[in-house]
């Protein structure tokens, strides 16, 4: 299925967003001239937030959104739910144009197709568990009894039983924000708004809400836009990978591609600590039989080698290539297709392939 | 000697000119009081008590004017040395710093000077003519008498500041009825030779002639807001005076237990039982009612412009203005309006009273309204939340905390304003204290005012500890 065909869930046309009060001028200026940010600022007093953002994630993705304070991505996260608006470019969701939507069919759009999970929680003090998680339901004006079951059931979700009738300053971080995630999916929709949601807890805390997520999503499906600051975290989360620099968007692709195929030095730097050990998997770093051969020579007898699969990572070939004098034979289907040596093996590890 | 503030003008540190100055001014003032008060011993040389009394004047000020000046100057050569040295330290790090001496600083302290020095000790060595003499004088140059150049410049700029009766009288504007029986304006032009007003008298004349006519030609709108008044106080009234005493004090112990614990209630308890036999029961359940009406009044009336403020600009733009004039208006002054729209008794002074108490009720709502985080309200808002429910769910909730103490607050001033506006008969306690004022009855007063400090400390306990009760 070709890409352009299918209706992505969540797309972006060409997103501005520039703040001040001269922006629309600023946008004009910035596409007759031009214009860096620095320009921008110093002629328009405006500051440029959104740089020309095109996004598309499908169903059931976890796209996330990766870059350094200041980046916009917070910003751009907004404009999905029109929390902000853009100054310039169109918003899909399911192929509906948002600019286009009236107050009430807004809201209704954010009550029932899109859950938003925040870095600061934003409970509500004064609500329990129970009532902060059935919020958006009940700004639907859903019916308590229901309200109270679906609650429930989100609740046990999250793993927070028994916590339903405390008040948000009783949880510690973890729990608060697991309330806020519970909050997120009790109107069950469709797509997952997700501001940097583990970047405030510590991080034994947020590796564990993480494998949870995860594990979440798996059942669920629901399309997330994740953004984060930290690329560790994108790489476990993502399906896909934007990386956000200045407004515009560097580069996007699976972490696979951000780490193999670095877009420039920026992203370079960002993948440069990056252990490949899970990322990079045979059909990368392996040499194709044929080139094997050409090179040197006859192929040890395949009962002497290891065998490993082409979407075997890193760290299982090395496990496997411990012990053993002999490079490690691809199969695909019963048939060899490649061949890695350790000679491969160790440039895997350090990043070229 | 003379003038070390002209070296710290050279020098350009303006802030040890003005000090400098200052003390080398309040040394020659004290100076050139001496002079005056020896020169008016000398005058008045036949009245013995005022010779003593001039002396007296005379020695004090030159102890004064030796004091001020030799402690100035010590002052004033440590600072300038630790100015120097500062000086010092930014020359070495800034070239450009300017050493040593400029003429033009020279030229701007001897302008200060003298705009300042002369004018000053003609001042205090001439005793200020007063304002009926100036008056007088006034007329007499109107009427084309001579009168000396001295005298003149004495009542113009040492005296007041001259308001000038330029101003020609206004028409005297009166309301009588017609041959039908309905109201008329009449204006009646002043005398012939009616001497001019100044600016003051003629402004409040006309105030007055506005308040007038709006009372006359507007009045049922006034007589139906003092109706409304009237019977919600009175129904408020039924319930606190009209009830027997044995129930409400029985009833207050009960709330006052219910919201705000034991000790509350039997702080109440000793101050019902101090009211009740000091004979204050009736006046103290006249206060509370009026009390009660004018924080509901308050209430109902504040919370939604507190809202209004809290959420727009422009609300805040035009109500912050008056909140600050309603409350730093000194609370008599808005007595007298009171009296001109509605009269003397209970309802005006519950308008004066909302007046006075309800701007921390505005306030502290829009604080509250001001400080609900904005991620929580954009959460709100993420979740589809309209305004409505922004405002219930999410705005008034967060900032009930600061509402309670807004109303609190406003019962508070209410009391305090509800003993004043005894004055213009709103009865009560402060009646008691009034009367007691009137008749200088200091025991009577002393108790009364006993009584209304426990009063307010009876409200407030109870509606605090209810705050922290809940919470």
């Known amino acids: 299925m070709s890409d352009s065909a299918k209706i992505h869930t969540i797309e972006t046309h060409n997103v501005w967003k520039i703040f001040g009060s001269r922006s629309e001028e600023a946008l004009q200026a910035i596409e007759r001239d031009q214009l860096s940010k620095a320009e921008v600022l110093e002629q328009y007093q405006a500051v440029v937030g959104v740089r020309d953002v ?96 679906v609650a429930d059931r989100v609740t046990s979700l999250v793993s927070l ?90 580069q996007t692709g699976t972490p696979e591609e951000i780490v193999t195929q670095p877009a420039d030095d920026y992203v370079s730097d960002f993948v440069a600590g990056i252990s490949k050990l899970k990322l990079v998997y045979a059909h990368t770093v392996m040499e194709p039989i044929e080139k094997y051969k050409a090179g040197k020579g006859k192929l040890p007898p395949i009962k002497d080698c290891a065998v490993a699969h ?3 990572d890193l760290d299982t070939l090395i496990g496997l290539a411990i012990d053993q004098n002999n490079p490690t034979i691809i199969m695909s289907d019963d048939n060899p297709v490649g061949v890695v040596t350790k000679d491969a093996l160790l440039l895997g590890v350090q990043g070229g392939s | 000697m003379v003038g070390s503030f002209i070296w710290a003008a050279l020098r350009g540190n303006w802030l040890l000119f003005t000090f400098a100055f200052v003390v080398d001014l309040i040394a020659a003032v004290n100076v050139a009081l001496v002079y005056k008060y020896s020169n008016a011993a000398i005058d008045n040389a036949e009245k013995a008590f005022l010779v003593e009394r001039y002396e007296n004047w005379t020695d004090s000020h030159t102890i004064v004017a030796v004091l001020v000046f030799v402690i100035g100057r010590i002052l004033f050569g440590w600072m300038a040395d630790r100015f120097y ?18 003429l033009s600083r020279l030229l701007i302290a001897g302008l200060i000077f003298a705009l300042i020095v002369p004018l000053l000790i003609y001042r205090t060595t ?17 009427k084309g008498e001579v009168v000396t150049f001295k005298e003149r410049f004495d009542c113009f700029i040492i005296g007041e500041f001259p308001t000038l009766f330029w101003i020609s009288r206004p028409d005297e504007i009166t309301y009588p009825r017609d041959d039908l029986g309905n109201r008329i304006v009449k204006r009646t032009p002043p005398r012939a030779n009616a001497p001019p007003v100044n600016l003051n008298i003629y402004v409040s004349q006309r105030i007055d002639d506005s308040i007038g006519y709006v009372t006359v030609f507007y009045g049922f709108l006034f007589d139906g807001i003092t109706g409304i008044l009237r019977g919600m106080l009175s129904a408020i009234a039924s319930v606190f005076v009209g009830t027997p005493w044995p129930i409400t004090i029985g009833v207050l112990l009960f709330v006052a237990h219910k919201m705000a614990g034991r000790r509350t209630a039997l702080f109440v308890g000793a ?184 009063l307010a400390m009876m409200i407030d306990r109870v509606v605090q500890r209810a705050n922290v009760v809940r919470r």
């Open chain 1, 310 to 312: 082409p979407d075997d």
């Open chain 2, 126 to 142: 001439q005793f200020a003519p007063d304002n009926r003499t100036c008056i007088k004088q006034t007329r007499a140059i109107a």
């Open chain 1, 161 to 250: 039983q028994g916590y339903g009738d405390r008040y948000p300053s009783e949880l510690s971080g973890g729990m608060q924000q697991r309330v806020g995630l519970a909050r997120a999916m009790a109107a069950d929709p469709d797509i997952l708004l997700m501001d940097e949601p583990f970047s405030a807890l510590d991080p034994l805390i947020r590796r564990g809400l993480q494998d949870e997520f995860l594990e979440l999503s798996k059942t669920m499906k629901k399309t997330t836009l994740f953004i984060t600051h930290d690329l560790d975290e994108a790489i476990r989360m993502g399906t896909r990978i934007a990386i956000m620099k200045d407004g515009a968007i560097v």
């Open chain 2, 271 to 454: 101050s019902l039982v101090y009211l009740a036999l000091f004979g204050f029961w009736q006046s103290a359940m006249d206060t509370m009612s009026l009390v009660v009406a004018a924080s509901l009044i308050c209430v109902v009336f504040g919370l939604p412009l507190g809202i209004w403020v809290g959420k727009s600009k422009r609300g805040q733009a035009i109500i912050t203005p008056v909140l600050d004039v309603m409350q730093t208006i000194p609370s008599f002054v808005y007595l007298l309006p009171a009296i001109a729209f509605f009269s003397i008794g209970k309802p005006p002074g519950i308008l004066a009273t909302v007046i006075f108490a309800m701007p921390p009720m505005v306030r502290l709502t829009a604080l509250g309204i001001r400080q609900v985080p904005k991620n929580t309200k954009e959460a709100a808002l993420a979740f589809g939340a309209n305004p409505k429910q922004l405002l219930t769910k999410v705005e008034l909730p967060l900032a009930l905390p600061s509402i309670m103490a807004g109303i609190n607050q406003v019962i508070m001033m209410s009391l305090s304003m509800v003993v004043v506006a005894a004055l213009i008969g709103a009865g009560g306690m402060g009646y008691i204290v009034t009367e007691a004022l009137e008749n200088t009855e200091t025991g009577r007063g002393l108790l009364a005012g006993i009584g209304i400090a426990l």
């Open chain 1, 54 to 149: 095109s996004i598309s994630v499908g169903e059931g993705e976890i796209f996330c959104i990766m870059g350094l304070s200041g980046s916009g991505k917070s910003t751009l996260v907004r404009h999905i739910n029109r929390l902000i608006e853009p100054t310039g470019g169109e918003i899909f969701i399911n192929g509906i144009n948002v600019g286009d939507l009236n107050a009430e069919e807004l809201r209704i759009l954010r009550a029932d197709k899109i859950g938003m999970v925040f870095q600061n929680m934003a409970l509500l003090p004064h609500r329990t568990v129970r009532d902060n998680i059935a919020f958006a339901l009940e700004l639907r004006n859903v019916d308590a009894f229901t309200r109270a079951e």
């Open chain 2, 85 to 102: 040295v500062a000086q010092y330290n930014k020359w070495r790090v800034d070239h450009t710093v300017r050493s040593g001496v400029v």
